[in-house]
């Protein structure tokens, strides 16, 4: 199991200015944003109290995203977790959510490292670049999570439309790979 790093820290101050202690410079909520997609984990502190606003800013960084158009999470979603806040008693929602999404991102990295591992074009010129290209696309397709969901039930942890679908994805891919060996070679 590999260690975490420390969260990057933000401190807030009282003109509500963000500063990143790391760089020693003022960010904005887009730039938090940024480090996010990229990986990082951050906490924001209030400089003055120590208050933990991390939750606070997260949510707002959400719902300017949700308000300039960029909709991830459909209105059923948002009446569910606005319920979820409604009902007494302990709620199961946030269990549920990071289970949730800690198998996104495991069935993602699953199929990056397989689509690497099972191409024969791996040891073309060009490919790693075309591979992070891949990536980077899977990233801003997945809001900057990086990896793909797949519902676990055998021991490989896929079902069998899974592994149907990954086939004929597979063949779909293998069969775009071979015309553009055909391109290149053409071009040599």
Do not use: C
Not at 28 to 35: A, H, K, N, Q, V
Not at 102 to 110: A, F, I, P, T, V
Not at 113 to 131: I, L, Q, V, Y
């Amino acid at each position: 199991m590999s260690e975490k790093s420390p969260p990057l820290l933000i401190k807030r101050y009282a003109s509500r200015r963000l500063y990143n202690t790391e760089t020693s410079d003022y960010v904005t909520l887009e730039d938090i944003s940024g480090f996010i997609r990229d990986g990082r984990e951050v906490q924001i502190v209030d400089l003055k109290t120590g208050d933990d606003l991390t939750r606070q800013y997260l949510l707002q960084i959400i719902a300017e995203h949700e308000s300039r158009g960029e909709s991830v999470l459909p209105v059923d979603v948002l009446n569910d977790l606005v319920r979820s806040y409604m009902t007494p008693g302990a709620s199961v929602v946030p269990q549920f959510l990071q289970a949730s999404f800690e198998m996104l991102r495991d069935g993602q990295s699953r199929m990056m490292e397989n689509m690497t591992a099972m191409n024969p074009m791996a040891k073309m010129p060009g490919f790693e670049a075309m591979r992070a290209q891949q990536e980077a696309f899977f990233k801003a397709m997945t809001g900057g999570m990086g990896k793909s969901w797949s519902a676990p039930t055998s021991e490989d942890g896929m079902t069998e439309a899974d592994e149907k679908e990954t086939s004929e994805d597979l063949d779909e891919i293998k069969k775009q790979l071979a015309d553009l060996q055909n391109k290149l070679s053409k071009l040599s």
